[in-house]
């Protein structure tokens, strides 16, 4: 293994001379949350950057792929593959796990690596652990709408995580780093240890909320003004609409807890309608139900772009089934910042056969 300081593959040469194939490199972890910690307010504008070019359609998002185990119903494995143009300029595919039953054993429930591929060449350049990337663009995508779906209602001042687990924690590491503060936070897991460990944290953030641990949904609900689900659920548990009375702002990150009937009645975000329209997700379930995609209101760029406004007088629901572009665009911006400080890691002669004849 080889460390250099720059490996970035040159264009491809005009005419008829080979491009050339660039080294492979290894990100692990550890590189990774490096490079990101203390970076929120970069991220956050490198997805709505990412976003802005996924609308204009300099990308190709084809739909995410599911491995389902018939012995493990719980568990899948997802590839997400993806390219985005502009500046990034940059192909690949995010490989990520989900094993629920991880969580009782102590161990993360999600795992995941992004390989990143040469524009010019197809050659993957970079495998990057990616976790924490997928934690990160998930975490800015959440931050970055509840910044533009709060523009146009009074901006949310208690704050309920539904689901405590890492997820959540990025969550509100980036509402933290973009400038959000709140009177209350609460918190409610069907895990004890989970919403003890989360309150563990957020007092060990320094956060001057005063935090409150819920023992019912419909508390944390009903005494928030910004909702966040970060949860496991497989299908749709929660119905009441008389506990949105109030008009929150929701950060629907887990994508099946809200029943059709809470959709059907709120202003509904997302990051792409076709994308979100399958899977079982809580807005393909409306769609099942309705017959039609009445109910969803634009995407996040309509909404910075102020094509469409969120209005105050409902709930407003945002709902990203989450974008490989996002995985590619921060896993690119990681690769080049550790190119840049000369830590980068090379697989020496990872790609053997290069000569069509030998």
């Known amino acids: 293994m080889t460390t ?34 203390g970076r929120e307010k970069e991220i956050v504008e490198l997805v709505e950057g990412t976003y802005r070019l996924h609308s204009a359609g300099d990308s190709v998002n084809p739909p995410s792929c599911f491995l389902r185990f018939p012995d493990r119903p719980s568990s899948r494995i997802i590839a997400l593959p993806a ?36 524009h010019d060449t197809g050659y993957p350049f970079a495998c990057l652990e990616s976790s924490i990337i997928s934690a990160t663009r998930t975490a800015a995508s959440a931050a970055a709408a509840a910044d533009c779906l709060s523009r146009s209602r009074p901006r949310p001042l208690r704050v309920g995580f539904f689901g405590a687990g ?31 460990g989360f309150r563990t944290y957020l007092e060990q953030s320094g956060t001057a909320g005063r935090i409150t641990v819920h023992d019912s949904p419909e508390q944390l609900i009903r005494l928030s003004d910004l909702v966040v689900f970060a949860t ?8 009441d609409l008389s506990w949105f009375a109030h008009n929150p702002l929701v950060l629907h990150i887990s994508l099946r807890d809200l029943s059709p009937q809470i959709l059907l009645a709120s202003t509904n975000i997302v990051d792409d309608i076709t994308h979100c329209q399958r899977a079982g997700t ?32 409902r709930p407003a629901v945002f709902s990203p089934f989450g974008l490989g572009v996002l995985d590619l665009a921060v896993g690119k911006w990681v690769y080049d910042e550790v190119t840049r400080s000369g830590e980068l890691q090379i697989i020496d002669n990872f790609f053997q056969e290069l000569r069509r004849h030998g």
């Open 166 to 196: 890492l997820i959540a924690r990025y969550i509100h590491t980036f509402l933290a780093g973009t400038g959000w503060t709140f009177d209350e936070i609460g918190v409610h897991d069907l895990s004890a240890d989970s919403s003890a």
């Open 83 to 118: 390219s985005v143009g502009g500046d990034v300029r940059v192909d690949g595919l995010k490989w990520i796990s989900s094993f629920p039953e991880n969580v009782p054993a102590g161990v993360p429930r999600a795992s995941a690596v992004l390989i990143l591929n040469d």
């Open 232 to 239: 496991v659920a497989g299908r749709p548990h929660i119905s």
């Open 4 to 37: 250099v300081r720059s490996t970035a593959a040159e264009p491809a040469a005009t005419g008829h001379a080979p491009a050339p194939v660039p080294p492979f490199a290894v990100i692990p972890g550890a590189q990774v949350q490096r490079v990101l910690e």
């Open 282 to 313: 809580s807005t393909h379930l409306t769609e099942q139900l309705t017959g039609n995609r009445d109910f969803l209101h634009g995407t996040l760029d309509d909404v910075m772009a102020g094509r469409v406004t969120v209005p105050a007088d």
